[in-house]
């Protein structure tokens, strides 16, 4: 039974938690994989909220924004990817503070939402990670997207592979905050705009191109959105 599925190893039940298109795609991945008895679906945190997690024995979230808080956390074991590799990026909108940042290359990592409760930082939930894979953050955000279904999947099967000899690390720490991005972030004035090169335009209009609000420029006469960029070097 060399690879398969051994006698009495412990089959799972657990709760995929995701809304985003290209977390979604990520489920029948975590579903069928030999390990995983059961795996619903779960979009909301109102859905969430009516499960008894007492049955089930793990929390899969993938592009979910919101925290599970302490009520969750304390009764069934929960992960979840994030796709920077610096700490400073674990406030929110990790993706448009990157390529803002002209940042290219990075990490995608399981984390855990497990935390130590009497660390004095505020976005424990980026504690500890266990496995990541390179993340390439060239292209438009379809491209980026289309990374973060496949990466996921690879993070995922690997953490289910080696559960439950998972081996955690510590997430390296920093002093830097970037703040998460606010919907008035998404618009620049003219005066803003003859400001930045067109390698700037590129990755803030990039960065907030389909499915999130897109980036606009704002005078007095309207306001103009740009839905998809294109850019080349010189």
């Given at each position: 039974?060399?690879?398969?599925?051994?006698?009495?190893?412990?089959?799972?039940?657990?709760?995929?938690?995701?809304?985003?298109?290209?977390?979604?795609?990520?489920?029948?991945?975590?579903?069928?994989?030999?390990?995983?008895?059961?795996?619903?679906?779960?979009?909301?945190?109102?859905?969430?909220?009516?499960?008894?997690?007492?049955?089930?024995?793990?929390?899969?979230?993938?592009?979910?924004?919101?925290?599970?808080?302490?009520?969750?956390?304390?009764?069934?074991?929960?992960?979840?990817?994030?796709?920077?590799?610096?700490?400073?990026?674990?406030?929110?909108?990790?993706?448009?503070?990157?390529?803002?940042?002209?940042?290219?290359?990075?990490?995608?990592?399981?984390?855990?939402?497990?935390?130590?409760?009497?660390?004095?930082?505020?976005?424990?939930?980026?504690?500890?990670?266990?496995?990541?894979?390179?993340?390439?953050?060239s292209g438009n955000m379809e491209d980026?997207?289309?990374?973060?279904?496949?990466?996921?999947?690879?993070?995922?099967?690997?953490?289910?592979?080696?559960?439950?000899?998972?081996?955690?690390?510590?997430?390296?720490?920093?002093?830097?905050?970037?703040?998460?991005?606010?919907?008035?972030?998404?618009?620049?004035?003219?005066?803003?705009?003859?400001?930045?090169?067109?390698?700037?335009?590129?990755?803030?209009?990039?960065?907030?191109?389909?499915?999130?609000?897109?980036?606009?420029?704002?005078?007095?006469?309207?306001?103009?959105?740009?839905?998809?960029?294109?850019?080349?070097?010189?």
């Open positions: 039974m060399d690879g398969g599925l051994k006698i009495n190893e412990t089959r799972m039940k657990v709760i995929f938690l995701a809304y985003r298109d290209w977390a979604l795609a990520v489920y029948p991945t975590v579903k069928k994989h030999p390990k995983v008895s059961e795996c619903i679906l779960v979009k909301t945190t109102a859905m969430l909220k009516q499960l008894d997690l007492n049955a089930y024995d793990l929390i899969v979230s993938c592009g979910w924004s919101e925290e599970l808080g302490e009520d969750v956390t304390s009764k069934i074991e929960a992960i979840g990817v994030h796709c920077a590799e610096l700490d400073r990026y674990s406030y929110g909108t990790p993706i448009q503070l990157q390529l803002i940042d002209g940042i290219t290359r990075s990490k995608h990592r399981i984390f855990s939402f497990t935390y130590d409760r009497n660390s004095s930082r505020a976005h424990t939930h980026n504690r500890l990670y266990s496995h990541e894979v390179d993340l390439d953050y980026i997207l289309e990374q973060l279904t496949v990466t996921s999947k690879v993070l995922f099967n690997r953490y289910l592979d080696d559960y439950p000899d998972i081996i955690w690390k510590q997430w390296p720490a920093e002093d830097i905050v970037r703040p998460k991005r606010k919907p008035e972030d998404s618009v620049l004035s003219k005066e803003d705009f003859i400001q930045m090169d067109t390698e700037q335009l590129y990755n803030f209009f990039r960065c907030l191109e389909d499915p999130y609000p897109n980036g606009c420029i704002e005078d007095e006469k309207g306001v103009l959105y740009i839905q998809k960029v294109m850019y080349k070097k010189k």
